[in-house]
Structures are given as C-alpha cells and as structure tokens.
C-alpha cells in the first residue's frame, strides 16, 4: 500500500514538474520581450546602465547580488550617502 502511495506521489511530483516547465517555456519570450522593452525605455529616457545590482540577504543569512532594471537615478547611492552625511 505504501510503495503505490510513493509510487503515485513520484509521478505526481513528475506530472507537476513537466507542468511547471512547460508554463516556464512558453511564458519565456514573454518576459524577455518585457526585460528588453524596460531597459530600452530606461536606456533612452536616462542612459546607461539599464541594470542596478543590489547585495542582499537571503536565507540563513546567505548574501546574495540581486540584478533589477534600474528605476532610479545613476547616482542615487552617492545622493543617499551626501544626504546622510548632512543630517
């Protein structure tokens, strides 16, 4: 009885993944359309780079470098640190 219930549970775990990945690969030129749409507005309105990396912490206190399409000002880490400095 147990080794039908793994058995069933294996393939539904398989049937799951299958349907993951197959939702991913057809999503996929989707996002990238957007990802190169959103870095050529930021790349023509504001320059270059069209992408900001940011240290993050993740899990277990794992630090991990995030990528993201740049929303703010090319400077905006000095400004933060001038501004800082002078209160």
């Known amino acids: 009885s147990s080794t039908v219930r793994q058995r069933s549970g ?23 359309a957007a990802i190169v749409i959103a870095g050529s507005v930021v790349a023509v309105t504001s320059g270059f780079p069209v992408f900001y990396a940011s240290v ?10 995030m990528w993201k399409i740049r929303s703010m000002r090319k400077d905006a880490d000095q400004l933060l640190q001038t501004w800082q400095e002078t209160v």
Not at 10 to 32: E, Q
Not at 56 to 65: D, K, M
């Open 10 to 32: 294996i393939y539904a775990r398989s049937f799951k993944r299958l349907v993951d990945l197959s939702i991913a690969l057809v999503l996929l030129p989707f996002v990238l």
């Open 56 to 65: 993050r912490v993740g899990r277990n206190g794992t630090s991990f470098r």
